[in-house]
Every structure is written in C-alpha cells, then in structure tokens.
C-alpha cells in the first residue's frame, strides 16, 4: 500500500474463534479480529494530506461458518472441508496520503482430503460490491479490494507441522498469485507462524509495475487456550476455526491509482 515512499513494517495482535453451530452436521461458526499498527516513524511528507508523524493503524474482522474433514475413524471418512466468511478492513493513515479506508470482501474455501496428511482445494475472495475513496495530490482515487483464486496443497509433516503453498490468479492491477504459509507447534499451547503472498502485476517491469506489485510478509507466535495447537492430520480440530482472519494478502486492494 505505501509503494516506494515509505516503509511497511509493524506488528499486530489479534484472535480466532471458532464454536459449534450444527453439531451433529460438523457444521461451525468463527469469528476473529486482529489490530496492526505500522510505520513506527511516520512517513514521506509526500502531500498536503500527509500526517507524516503518525502511526499506519489497520482492523480485520473475519467472521463466517465452515466445515472441516472428518478423520474420526483414523482415516478420512469425510474428505471434503468448506468455510465461507466475510471480511472488513478499516484502516487509518493509510498510504503515503494517509487515507481512512472502510471496505469488505467475502472469501471461501473449499479442498478435498486426499489422505490423512494432505488435502488440495481452491480458496478464493470476491469483492461485496463496497468502495472507499481518499484524496492524494488532489485526485480523487477509489478503493476495493481485488477478486482472487488460487490452488492449493496443504500437508501435515511427521514432527505435525503444516504447510501450504498456492497459486492462481488475479484481476488488474495483478496476474498471478503465489503464497505460501506454515505453523510449527512448540507444544500443545504455542506454535510458531510464517507466510508471504503476492501478486505478480499485469503491467510491465519499471513504472508502473512496481506499484503495482502487491505483497504480504508475517511471522508470528500463536498461543492455544485449549492446547489443540497439533493437529495430527489435515482435518484438525473441527472446532477450530478453518480459515484464518484476513491479512494484507487474502484481502489485497487495488487502491485506484
């Protein structure tokens, strides 16, 4: 979102929770949020808009129902997961011309477990429809998130850490999507967390594909109240929720310039 005039890097908190609906049909609810806050040092004064001093500050809410697989009998006796829920970001001082955005996006999954320590599938996100605007140099630019598709191969490894990695595709200002994340369970309370996206532009190198270049990079710790941080198969826990809170890559914007 800064593109080459200022920096990107911060930190955020945040949660994930998922409970029963329907019970007896594996079918639950989830809903997550997390708070970033970004540019420690401020930014270019790059516009008259420009709050140069202040912090970046981004919300995600995520909030829907899923389904994982069912591997009760030691093997996957249900092989098909699913999850649909719709996001929001809201977000102050964003970009160089510090612009208030409000926007959502709904997002789904859907992966077929081939066996026990692997399954493949499609998630992808469509915008709702809503848009946001901001003035930068006088122009008016309008905001929405980007529509987006990708392939992907989950796998449990023996020491139960689980990786992913995807491609697809995506709509202008993008092309093509690839990504990756993991987490790795230090025990049955903590794991440790990684991942990148990004979105390789339609346009072409120098200006302006390298604004047009979208990415996201994280690394984290996440913590487990019920200690069901391993998941011995690629099912999981089928309260847990099954998709994580939006992030700066599963909800990518196309910010009108």
Known sequence: MDGDLSNNFGGRIGFNAGMPILKDCGIGGQFGLSYGVYDFHGRDDFAPETESSSLEEQLFMTAGVFKHCDSSSGCTADRISWGLVYDRMITDNTTPCTAELSVGQFRGQIGYACDANDEVGLWGSITDGSDDSFSCLGAKHTTRSIDQISLYWDHI??????????????????????????????????????????ILPSTSGGDPGFRDEIWSVSAGIAFYPGGNAIAKTVCGNPWLPLMPVADNGNFALDLGF
Request: overall charge negative; glycine content about 12%; some cysteine.
């Open 157 to 198: 490894w023996c020491a139960t850490a689980d990786t992913r990695f995807y491609v697809g595709i995506a709509e202008n200002p993008g092309e093509f999507v690839v990504g990756s994340n993991a987490q790795f369970p230090l025990n049955n309370y903590c794991a440790l967390f990684g991942g990148f996206h990004y």
